[in-house]
T-cell receptor, first 111, second 114 residues
Framework: ELKVEQNPLFLSMQEGKNYTIYCNYS?????LYWYRQDPGKSLESLFV?????AVKQEGRLMASLDTKARLSTLHITAAVHDLSATYFC???????????FGQGTRLTINP | DAMVIQNPRYQVTQFGKPVTLSCSQT?????MYWYQQKSSQAPKLLFH???????NEADTPDNFQSRRPNTSFCFLDIRSPGLGDAAMYLC?????????????FGPGTRLLVL
């Protein structure tokens, strides 16, 4: 059974600081997704990582994938308040057309 | 704009009274999903359709049923809602045609059971 674990689950940080959210998964997969969810809202797709070594960047967020280590990271650079949200990683189950989500990381960025 | 639409956005029902949630998509995607998300938890997949093929998750209660009458629409029926079924219900779609299958989520329906 594929398991996806994120850490930390809660993160409170100051504006301007850098931090990293980690996503570990238990079985072989080469497709990993990051989503953002604002309180009371739906999920918004941030990144799709499709191969070992893949790196994607959008603004202050950068995601990477190491399939050998079964690890993805979401790095936040010089955080701003608008990035406060819950971030989920999700891993594709090969051939099954479905995702397994991590628990989510609730990120709070304080002025 | 092409999108995933869910109706209603908020639904209040009584304990045991059947309720139907609706999802439509203009993306012409082959796959449609229903997730249940409770507060501070990850979305939990209930079932999905690949075209007309229905795929139920092993731990989805029998109380939850789904219908997909055509490519564009998918319904979630909760036959006898209990208090524990109060949650956000998310519909999502994907093309189902290859790698990098991002799922596109609708805005969700928040269900309250009284």
């Amino acid at each position: 059974e594929l398991k996806v674990e994120q850490n930390p689950l809660f993160l409170s940080m100051q504006e301007g600081k850098n931090y990293t959210i980690y996503c570990n998964y238990s079985t072989t997969s080469d497709r990993l997704y990051w989503y953002r969810q604002d309180p009371g809202k739906s999920l918004e797709s941030l990144f799709v990582l499709l191969s070992n070594g893949a790196v994607k960047q959008e603004g202050r967020l950068m995601a990477s994938l190491d399939t050998k280590a079964r690890l993805s990271t979401l790095h936040i650079t010089a955080a701003v308040h608008d990035l406060s949200a819950t971030y989920f990683c999700a891993v594709d189950i090969r051939g099954a057309q479905k995702l397994v989500f991590g628990q989510g990381t609730r990120l709070t960025i304080n002025p | 704009d092409a999108m995933v639409i869910q109706n209603p956005r908020y639904q209040v029902t009584q304990f045991g009274k059947p309720v139907t949630l609706s999802c439509s998509q203009t993306l012409n995607h082959n796959v449609m999903y229903w997730y249940q998300q409770k507060s501070s938890q990850a979305p939990k997949l209930l079932f999905h359709y690949y075209d007309k093929d229905f795929n139920n998750e092993a731990d989805t209660p029998d109380n939850f049923q789904s219908r997909r009458p055509n490519t564009s629409f998918c319904f979630l029926d909760i036959r006898s809602p209990g208090l524990g079924d109060a949650a956000m219900y998310l519909c999502a779609t994907s093309t189902g045609r290859g790698r990098g299958e991002t799922q596109y989520f609708g805005p969700g329906t928040r269900l309250l059971v009284l």
